[in-house]
């Protein structure tokens, strides 16, 4: 007799739109959490939407992805909204003006960097002198403290120890550091002791910020889907707080690592780089530290969108050292005993299963026996045969559709880098001229069996290939797209109602 899925919650039909945070408008280099984000629920809102999508919300590092981030758990800092900070005297008119002065067309993490930590360090200093015990109703911070003890505290010490070694990777600093167990027992500077209360203070801001934009969201029909990467970087708190969950050796440098397999769009596969999980010393705690990350999640989010899927069935392992991600080899892991653990802690989560690229029979077995929606593309979808799983006839109803996603081209960019036979393709089978493509995905997604429709705001707002958030492998010129105020009005005069009347139509 067949088990039933451990979860089964999307059965209802809904659409969605898909914008991260850093994209949204502000005068302050990058989106955050203010007034940006409640005018963009209230467009859902007025739209007939009721999902917006949104990327990892992690501080980022390096190459500015919130792909690979410092923590697992923590929110980044620049998405803190400052004008709270301003109104209450945190924050000097002049100290926000600074940041006023960064681009409003695009995120410049460079100038970002050196512009809004001084201000923030400021907005601290200032608020430890108030010797206040919270701001505005933000609740206790001695009681934030308490309640993410798990792994605030390492986290905030990891990234003031970062600071003071000048910012390397944790594999370089002093021997004596380069573990939580090991730096816990060592002698802590005032300045470094002084850095990690800063750092308690941002997670502080950005968590009741968060808290009370969701709240808002709630009330507006709106729930918020977050991505949650399934491997963490290696320069994070997550490795160095619990080098034993992780493949490494004995001085903490992985002994195999992340990525996929070659295939019809990379010769060498995609070498990611990510420390591997020791799957047996997770077993042993009863998947403690996952759990504990999907409860982190779902304080941050109302549907959590499990990035890369497959890992859970078998993870794609290349020995440290390999320069392409050729020489790997598919490792079984215990998928179905990870997803019985994280359901008996949390029966009503709702999760995603982004189950795009290699997904092979094992695979689809796990996601049916979690009840995990899946994924279709419907840029993944043209110029084969009718049997192509991403071609709406072929959906199931326990299914996400999207036009595209933050790795994907915008449909309009992407349908005019198509060759003639496959645009054909594509006009034959929805029955259009092409001419308003992105729109024309968007209807198609509208009209198709998924439960679950999702569109980037790149093509509700029809833009072409300069609108691009993310383009997988290209080593910059990542993740700085950003909208202005005005376009999101345009948008929403010339098609909220049409919009939403569609969604009726359709019964979403």
């Known amino acids: 007799m067949r088990q039933a899925p451990l979860y089964n919650w999307l059965n209802e039909r809904t659409a969605g739109a898909l914008l991260h945070v850093s994209s949204l408008p502000s005068d302050t280099g990058i989106g955050n959490l203010g ?4 005018r963009y629920i209230d467009f859902l ?19 500015d992805s919130p792909y690979q981030c410092f923590s697992a758990f923590a ?4 998405f803190i909204d400052l004008k709270p900070l301003l109104a209450e005297g945190l924050i000097t008119d002049e100290e926000y003006e600074s940041l006023a002065a960064l681009p409003r067309e695009h995120v410049d993490y460079g100038a970002l960097y050196h512009a809004i930590w001084p201000v923030l360090g400021a907005a601290y200093q200032r608020f430890k002198a108030s010797k206040k015990k919270q701001f505005l109703d933000y609740g206790s911070i001695t009681k934030f403290r308490k309640a993410q003890a798990a792994w605030l505290e390492d986290y905030a010490l990891f990234l003031a120890l970062k600071q003071d070694f000048g910012g390397g990777c944790w594999l370089d600093w002093p021997a004596a550091y380069r573990s939580a167990a090991s730096a816990r027992t060592q002698e802590i500077s005032d300045s470094v002791r002084e850095a990690a209360d800063a750092h308690v203070f941002y997670q502080y801001l950005f968590y009741a910020q968060l808290a009370q934009l969701r709240a808002y969201a709630g009330r507006q029909g709106v729930e918020i889907m977050g991505d949650a990467p399934i491997f963490v970087a290696l320069d ?4 160095w707080a619990n080098p034993e969950l992780f493949q490494l050796d004995k001085d903490g440098h992985p002994k195999a690592v992340a990525g996929v397999p070659p295939d019809y769009f990379a010769a060498d596969g995609q070498l990611w780089g990510n420390p591997l999980y020791d799957w047996k010393a997770h077993l042993k705690t009863d998947f403690a530290w996952w759990i504990q990350r999907i409860q982190s999640n779902l304080e941050f989010y109302d549907i959590v969108r499990l990035d890369h899927f497959r890992g859970f069935e078998s ?9 392409t991600a050729r020489n790997g080899t598919w490792t079984p892991c215990p998928g179905l005993e990870l997803f019985q653990a994280i359901r008996a802690a949390c029966p009503e989560a709702k999760l995603v299963a982004e189950d795009l690229g290699i997904i092979t029979d094992e695979v689809n077995a796990l996601r049916q026996a979690t009840g995990l929606p899946g994924m279709a593309v419907l840029q993944f979808a043209f110029g084969g045969e009718a049997d192509n799983a991403y071609l709406p006839h072929n959906y199931e109803r326990n299914c996400v559709v999207y036009s595209g996603t933050h790795d994907n081209d915008t449909t309009i960019g992407w349908y005019q880098g198509l060759d003639e036979v496959t645009q054909d393709h594509i006009r034959r089978y929805i029955g259009v001229s092409g001419d308003e493509i992105a729109w024309d995905f968007i209807r198609l997604a509208i009209k198709s069996s998924a439960h679950l429709a999702v569109f980037p705001l790149q093509d509700l707002m029809s833009l072409g290939s300069e609108a691009r958030l993310n383009t997988p492998g290209a080593p910059t010129g990542n993740w700085q797209w950003r909208y202005l105020p005005h376009q999101l009005d345009a948008l929403e005069t010339q098609s909220a109602d049409y919009l939403r009347d569609l969604l009726q139509l359709y019964g979403r």
Do not use: M, R
């Open 45 to 63: 809102h007025n739209s007939g939407l009721s999902v917006w999508q949104i990327c990892p919300l992690g501080p980022t590092g390096f190459g």
């Open 315 to 323: 993870y794609w392992s290349v020995p440290a050292g390999e320069k």
């Open 75 to 78: 929110g980044n800092p620049y």
């Open 236 to 239: 994070s708190a997550d490795v």
């Open 35 to 38: 007034e940006g984000a409640y």
